[in-house]
């Protein structure tokens, strides 16, 4: 089935250490995009991209990394720099191309990332 | 800056009634407007997408509506269930990279 995977489901971080979200796309998507979602909170835009090898801070971008070396793939570095990351991570893909700018964002299932 | 508010924040209801929830945006100038359904622990699964020309959009039980002149989008859910219990997200997108706004959503219990 087509869909979002995203990697690990929990996660946990110790003080000083970067960690690394997996999000993996077989929908053919261009553009990929990662939240983050705080209880009772919507969610915020943390990095977007729109093709491979190019993408853009979101709102709250301050602390974590992006890369976009392949089309399925997008994956998101919280640093340490980072010093409250305890939150819902969510990954989400969206056709790019003409008629598909119409098309609603796909979304994985999240990771849920604390502090140890 | 766009903002995004939902109301109420919390609902609950038996099975059967006719619901409606609210989302009001502060800037009419939007490409899209959104609803979402979040199940606990879980991403969102897209409801309904209205364009900015659009009026309204139906599927199945659920219509949404859009007035850009007043800032309001209203999702309306006929003959509940409690399958439809949730938390349910409005979303404002500004252009057409699809950058979403979010609203803090609505969460919704259907009681049998």
């Known amino acids: 089935d087509g869909g979002i995977t995203q990697s690990p489901k929990y996660l946990f971080r110790k003080e000083g250490q970067n960690v690394t979200l997996s999000c993996e796309q077989n929908?053919?998507?261009?553009?990929m995009y990662w939240y983050r979602q705080d209880p009772g909170q919507g969610l915020r835009l943390i990095y977007y991209s729109q093709i491979v090898n190019d993408f853009q801070k979101g709102d709250i971008a301050e602390g974590y990394s992006v890369s976009r070396e392949k089309k399925e793939s997008f994956p998101l570095t919280v640093t340490s720099a980072q010093k409250n990351p305890t939150a819902f991570y969510l990954c989400?893909?969206?056709?790019?191309?003409?008629?598909?700018?119409?098309?609603?964002?796909?979304f994985g299932d999240g990771t849920r990332l604390s502090i140890l | 800056k766009q903002e995004v508010t939902q109301i109420p924040a919390a609902l609950s209801v038996p099975e059967g009634e006719n619901l409606v929830l609210n989302c009001s945006f502060t800037?009419?100038?939007?490409?899209?407007l959104q609803w979402f359904r979040q199940d606990p622990g879980k991403g969102l699964t897209s409801l309904l997408l209205?364009?900015?020309?659009?009026r309204e959009q139906t599927s199945g039980r659920l219509n949404a509506s859009l007035d850009k002149s007043s800032g309001r989008s209203t999702l309306y859910i006929a003959a509940s269930q409690p399958g439809d219990s949730a938390t349910y997200l409005c979303?404002?997108?500004?252009?057409?990279?699809?950058?979403?706004?979010f609203g803090t959503g609505t969460r919704l219990q259907v009681f049998p």
């Open positions: 209205i364009q900015s020309s659009q």
């Open positions: 989400a893909s969206r056709t790019g191309r003409g008629a598909g700018l119409g098309q609603p964002q796909h």
């Open positions: 929908l053919n998507h261009d553009a």
């Open positions: 800037d009419s100038a939007i490409y899209n």
């Open positions: 979303a404002v997108g500004l252009d057409s990279t699809d950058k979403l706004i």
